[in-house]
T-cell receptor, first 112, second 112 residues
Framework: GENVEQHPSTLSVQEGDSAVIKCTYS??????FPWYKQELGKRPQLIID?????GEKKDQRIAVTLNKTAKHFSLHITETQPEDSAVYFC???????????FGTGTKLQVIP | DTAVSQTPKYLVTQMGNDKSIKCEQN?????MYWYKQDSKKFLKIMFS???????INETVPNRFSPKSPDKAHLNLHINSLELGDSAVYFC???????????FGPGTRLLVL
C-alpha cells in the first residue's frame, strides 16, 4: 500500500520567516496530494492541494511543489504568522476509491 | 449550517462497554469515511462507504462495525471497548468525482 513520510515532525520558526515541510510517497499511481491544517482540538481542514499534472501551486502565502519523478512534494509557508501554528498533514491518494494516506504530521510553532 | 457533524463530541466509558458514534453530512456527498487519530496525532483510515456500500475496510478489529443507513449517514459501533481504543474519531465525506474530503469535528473517546 501507499506509504507517506513527512519531515520534520516539529518545526519552530520566528514570525515572518518561511517554513517548509517535506513529504515523500511510494505509489507512483498517486495523482492527488492535499495538505491539511489541524489547529489544536479542531478538525483537519484542507489548505491547498495539487494534482500530478501540475508542478507548483500558490495561494497567497502558501505554495506546494510536486516532483513526480522523485515522488516528493513540499509545503512552503512564507511570512509566517502566529495563527499559522498548527499541525500540518500531507496526504496522497491511491487506488480507485480515493483512499487517502496521511503523513505523520508536522507541528509548526510560529514564535512571535 | 454544519456540513459534517458527529455525535457525541465527547465519550467517556469503561472498558468492555459497547458504544456508537454517529456522523451525518448535509453536503450531498456520496462517499463517507471514518478515521482514527491517536495520541501521537497519526490519522489512519478505518472504513469508507460509497452510496451505502463498504469500499474500504482497513485492518481494523472486528469489534468495530460501521453502518450506513443512507448516503448521508455513517455510524460506527464499537463492541467490548479497550483502553487502546481511546482516540479521536473523525468522520469525513467527499463528493463523487471530487478529491477533497471534508472532516467532521471529531469524537473524543476515552476508555477507562
Amino acid at each position: 500500500g501507499e506509504n507517506v513520510e513527512q519531515h520534520p515532525s516539529t518545526l519552530s520558526v520566528q514570525e515572518g520567516d518561511s517554513a517548509v515541510i517535506k513529504c515523500t510517497y511510494s505509489d507512483s499511481a498517486s495523482n492527488y496530494f492535499p495538505w491539511y491544517k489541524q489547529e489544536l482540538g479542531k478538525r483537519p481542514q484542507l489548505i491547498i492541494d495539487i494534482r500530478s499534472n501540475v508542478g507548483e501551486k500558490k495561494d497567497q502565502r502558501i505554495a506546494v511543489t510536486l516532483n513526480k519523478t522523485a515522488k516528493h512534494f513540499s509545503l512552503h509557508i512564507t511570512e509566517t504568522q502566529p495563527e499559522d501554528s498548527a499541525v500540518y498533514f500531507c496526504a496522497s491518494n491511491s487506488g480507485g476509491y480515493q483512499k487517502v494516506t496521511f503523513g505523520t504530521g508536522t507541528k509548526l510553532q510560529v514564535i512571535p | 449550517d454544519t456540513a459534517v457533524s458527529q455525535t457525541p463530541k465527547y465519550l467517556v466509558t469503561q472498558m468492555g462497554n459497547d458504544k456508537s458514534i454517529k456522523c451525518e453530512q448535509n453536503l450531498g456527498h456520496d462517499t463517507m469515511y471514518w478515521y482514527k487519530q491517536d495520541s501521537k496525532k497519526f490519522l489512519k483510515i478505518m472504513f469508507s462507504y460509497n452510496n451505502k456500500e463498504l469500499i474500504i475496510n482497513e485492518t481494523v478489529p472486528n469489534r468495530f462495525s460501521p453502518k450506513s443507513p443512507d448516503k448521508a449517514h455513517l455510524n460506527l459501533h464499537i463492541n467490548s471497548l479497550e483502553l487502546g481504543d481511546s482516540a479521536v474519531y473523525f468522520c469525513a465525506s467527499r463528493a463523487s468525482g471530487q478529491e477533497t474530503q471534508y472532516f467532521g469535528p471529531g469524537t473524543r473517546l476515552l476508555v477507562l
